[in-house]
């Protein structure tokens, strides 16, 4: 699981993140391939609501190759974003949506648009 912080992301511009994951017993690359359901949420620090959520199933959040998750978020929806340390969560699961394998658990700086 990714627990250190997240490069800082601009609130006027496109946030991506490319995240690699190994098996712990053999270093192999985790085939996510198999998991259809992948979800990162971002969390206001002050009210503690998602403010923005990224997924697989509408194409925000990609694995392109084993081992490899990659979340991409516009503009548009970077914008919506004050300045600030977020919380970010990613986890992932096939069927049952209560039986998650947690990915992250990080923060995020982001960096606001400078004509503000």
């Given at each position: 699981?990714?627990?250190?912080?997240?490069?800082?992301?601009?609130?006027?511009?496109?946030?991506?993140?490319?995240c690699e994951y190994n098996d712990v017993e053999d270093n192999s690359m985790i085939d996510?391939?198999?998991?259809?359901?992948?979800?990162?949420?971002?969390?206001?620090?002050?009210?503690?609501?998602?403010?923005?959520?990224?997924?697989?199933?509408?194409?925000?959040?990609?694995?392109?190759?084993?081992?490899?998750?990659?979340?991409?978020?516009?503009?548009?929806?970077?914008?919506?974003?004050?300045?600030?340390?977020?919380?970010?969560?990613?986890?992932?699961?096939?069927?049952?949506?209560?039986?998650?394998?947690?990915?992250?658990?990080?923060?995020?700086?982001?960096?606001?648009?400078?004509?503000?």
């Amino acid at each position: 699981m990714i627990r250190d912080p997240l490069r800082p992301a601009p609130n006027f511009g496109v946030w991506e993140v490319i995240c690699e994951y190994n098996d712990v017993e053999d270093n192999s690359m985790i085939d996510f391939s198999t998991y259809p359901n992948i979800l990162v949420e971002i969390e206001d620090p002050f009210t503690r609501a998602i403010v923005m959520s990224l997924n697989k199933t509408r194409g925000d959040v990609t694995t392109p190759a084993p081992g490899i998750i990659i979340w991409r978020a516009g503009h548009g929806r970077m914008s919506g974003l004050r300045w600030g340390t977020y919380h970010v969560r990613m986890s992932a699961w096939q069927d049952d949506p209560d039986d998650r394998l947690p990915l992250m658990d990080s923060s995020v700086s982001i960096i606001g648009d400078r004509h503000q």
